[in-house]
């Protein structure tokens, strides 16, 4: 008969805990941790773009551009040259005449979805029901 002591037995792997994804900010020589699920939009201003959470917003010294890259991940999507939105905090989207959409958050906020961006506006949802005259061409 054969004997092994636990210490040779192989144990079972512990799932890896999932961190919650959090973004450092400087802002006000401080570093803050902001949860991205909190930010609603991001909009350019001037070198600087305002990162608009639900309760406050703060200035940071970056390019629209580069926010845009670093906020993929966490669910945004550029829907103006200077905007950047939030998509689980999408209400709704409206199709102007002109070929533009207006979209509006949660809290009630609107922005211009310009027909460069309009593309991104698949990434809005995972699953489009009902919507066979939506087209983003």
Request: hydrophobic fraction near 35%.
């Amino acid at each position: 008969m054969i004997m092994h002591s636990l210490d040779t037995l192989p144990q079972p792997q512990q799932p890896a805990r999932q961190q919650p994804a959090r973004i450092a900010i400087k802002a006000n020589g401080r570093i803050l941790f902001v949860d991205p699920a909190q930010v609603v939009a991001v909009q350019a201003q001037g070198n600087y773009v305002l990162l608009q959470r639900e309760t406050g917003s703060y200035l940071l010294r970056e390019s629209i551009s580069v926010m845009a890259e670093k906020l993929r991940p966490y669910g945004f999507v550029r829907i103006h040259r200077s905007v950047l939105v939030n998509r689980s905090k999408v209400e709704e989207i409206r199709p102007w005449t002109t070929g533009e959409y207006s979209l509006r958050l949660k809290d009630g906020k609107e922005y211009t979805v310009t027909r460069t961006y309009k593309k991104n506006l698949s990434e809005l949802a995972t699953s489009w029901i009902g919507t066979d005259a939506f087209s983003t061409e």
